[in-house]
């Protein structure tokens, strides 16, 4: 019965191949490639920690890009070995190839690697042969080859992939939006971007971009899923262009400019020049997903290509700060915050927000200023780890009465 099942949902999809074939379009160019540190399906809304040849994060970032589900292809986030077994949330393994299915090569089936490999199929030719796009750490950064079906390096199955969400039509190009959140992560665009912390009430402007609306996740998680919007804010003094969650955004009040609370920045709004930067999202919770009742994976991955998987850790390291008062950093509107041992966020407090900066320090998800990277080295042993947010959740928790 269970078999009868899946070979009826395989005929299911193959019937659809040619609607799907028709939608096809050429593969990747190199010169596209060399531009993925502005795609944020291959930088800051791909999953994978190393952005570049790397055949997950290229075969994730290029289905991504092409539209298809992002939880279906979250539910594929280890080794490559590990993509077909992990399948889920609408994704089904076939042995037939479809356009835009993924190529998948089990341990020791591509060069006898030991950690597999997956390729993403941009065309089936008539005589049964398929043109593939990929990524790798052993060969070529990107390329795309030929390889027919008696060859040796035929893949060993096909992955094919739902279709996700349709772009976001809540905001457009030119329009101001307002931030809700208490602290924003604003996801600079670039593939080694730490992310900016947006205090709420900032004024950003949404701005042109092919990947506006994109319903993808949080950086480095499995559950939170936004659709995103590419923007320009002002980041102490300076614009700079990343990528904010649509959950933590509202349309801004009229005649509002791209403003910052607490920067003194009262200037024009800046023109809509084709300026590159940074680009960063939100700390997000958890919103609706790709699928109706679809079931979230269990596991959260972050793959290299090496033989260690990478567990996401970070969940829960992105939530909102509380709120506090502090009049002393009040006058200064946030913009100088004083930072003494322990107070990595310099509001004048000790508490969990400096324990969540530390962290995401420590784990390499944000950059701190040379104030705070001090004040987080709460033994003074010249270097910020675990040993300094455990004493930090100590102090905190009244277990130690100092630092010393």
Known sequence: MKKMLVAAIVLAVLLITPAIAENSGPALSREEFNDWPYYPEYTVLNPFPLKGNNCTWFAHGR???????????????????TW???AASGAVVSDEPVVHSIAYWDRGKFFNSSLGHVAVVEEIKEDGSILVSDSS??????RTYE???EGERWPCTFIIVPKGKNHSK???PGQKVQTTAHLLYFRLEGANQSPVLLPEDTVARITDHVSNGIYAPRP??????HHWWYAEADVNGEMKRGWLAETYLEEAPPGSVVYTPG?????EEPSDDKGKEPDNEENGKNSDSDTENEAEPDKELEHDDTDVDEHDQSDNSEAEPESDENPENEENGYQDPIHKTGDVYGDGQINARDVVLSMQYMMREINLNETQVKAADVNNDGVVDIRDVVL????????VDSFE
């Open 137 to 142: 750490v052993s060969a070529s950064s990107y």
């Open 392 to 399: 930090l959740m100590q102090y905190i928790l009244r277990l």
């Open 63 to 81: 289905m991504m890009q092409l539209g298809y589900c992002t939880r279906a292809l979250n539910s594929m986030r280890f080794n490559a070995h």
């Open 220 to 225: 480095r998680s499995s559950t939170a899923f």
């Open 147 to 149: 390889i027919k079906p």
């Open 84 to 86: 077909a077994g992990d």
């Open 170 to 172: 809540q905001f457009s």
């Open 263 to 267: 920067m003194e920045n009262d200037q």
